[in-house]
């Protein structure tokens, strides 16, 4: 069982930034995936936004490329997303996650964390 608690996010105006955390209960051994999934307002569609696997392999959805960052302090057990450049479209409910392997089904993830509203403003 793995608890992750989120944090960060809020309201910003277009090209301002924000960072979201989201913190693990325990440390991850082996392979797994920690990535980041936007769900737009009024969507049940997740997208992933972000992913980073256990050898450190990242991949960005096109639309964040150059703008959004994610990282992980394994000592702190803590994803994170520093968010750049933001947009209106950026507009979300930001939830992290952990899984096998990073796919872009969010169906495949097993543990989320609660999520976290982004909200930019033009």
């Given amino acids: 069982q793995v608890q992750l608690v ?25 392979t797994y995936c920690m990535a980041w999934f936007r769900q737009d307002p009024g969507q049940k569609v997740r997208e992933r936004v ?3 696997a256990s050898d450190g392999t990242i991949r960005y959805a096109d639309s964040v490329k ?28 930001y939830h992290c996650t952990t899984g096998s ?3 872009f089904d969010s169906r495949a993830y097993r543990y989320w964390g ?8 033009s």
């Fill in 6 to 30: 989120q944090s960060g996010g809020g309201s910003v105006q277009a090209g301002g930034s924000l960072r979201l955390s989201c913190a693990a209960s325990r440390f991850f051994t082996g």
């Fill in 50 to 52: 972000a992913a980073m």
């Fill in 66 to 93: 150059g703008r959004f960052t994610i990282s992980r302090d394994n000592t702190k057990k803590t994803l994170y997303l520093q968010m750049d450049s933001l947009e209106p479209e950026d507009t979300g409910t």
């Fill in 101 to 103: 392997y990073c796919t």
């Fill in 114 to 121: 609660q999520g976290t509203q982004v909200t930019v403003s």
